[in-house]
T-cell receptor, first 112, second 112 residues
């Protein structure tokens, strides 16, 4: 089955720790995106990548880092510099051209 | 980048009734998408309407676009409890390079 997967579904982190959220897609999409969603809020773009080995900051990139070494994978690291990382994180992918995005199931990160 | 603003923020109806949500945006667009998000899940693409289209249907969904008023509406007919979700619009212009900007959405509750 084609799709986009995120792991883990739930993640708990102690303050001061870095954590990495996984996002994998087998849709052969060139573009991938990371969003953050806070309760009752819309999605805010963290980072996006249009092609392998290239990525751009979104609206709220501070305290986050990404890599895009493979077309299928776009991991997000939440660093200790992110002041309020507790949120729901969504990964998405799309073909070049049409803007329709396909979303993963999300990872809920809680900082203890 | 273009952001849509959904209205109302919350909508509560009975099963069988129709639900109408609106989206307004500020500048000219090439197309506009609607997405649904069930609680705790990723977004699912519902429909895309191009700027030269005025109305589009998909099953029980009807989307209209009025470019002169810079607004779109999503109508769900004969709603079901399973339609309970948040709905987001995403207006798009080609110079956004694939990025979508999401508003806070409309939270629809359909009571059985």
């Amino acid at each position: 089955d084609g799709g986009i997967t995120q792991s883990p579904k739930y993640l708990f982190r102690k303050e001061g720790q870095n954590v990495t959220l996984s996002c994998e897609q087998n849709l052969n999409h060139d573009a991938m995106y990371w969003y953050r969603q806070d309760p009752g809020q819309g999605l805010r773009l963290i980072y996006y990548s249009q092609i392998v080995n290239d990525f751009q900051k979104g609206d709220i990139a501070e305290g986050y880092s990404v890599s895009r070494e493979k077309k299928e994978s776009f991991p997000l690291t939440v660093t200790s510099a992110q002041k309020n990382p507790t949120a729901f994180y969504l990964c998405a992918s799309s073909k070049q051209g049409p803007p329709e995005q396909f979303f993963g199931p999300g990872t809920r990160l809680t900082v203890l | 980048s273009q952001q849509g603003e959904e209205d109302p923020q919350a909508l509560s109806i009975q099963e069988g009734e129709n639900a109408t949500m609106n989206c307004s945006y500020k500048t000219s667009i090439n197309n506009l998408q609607w997405y649904r998000q069930n609680s705790g899940r990723g977004l699912v693409h519902l429909i895309l309407i191009r700027s030269n289209e005025r109305e589009k249907h998909s099953g029980r969904l009807r989307v209209t676009l009025d470019t002169s008023k810079k607004s779109s509406s999503l109508l769900i007919t004969a709603s079901r409890a399973a339609d309970t979700a948040s709905y987001f619009c995403a207006p798009y212009t080609y110079n956004q390079g694939g990025k979508l900007i999401f508003g806070q959405g409309t939270e629809l509750s359909v009571k059985p």
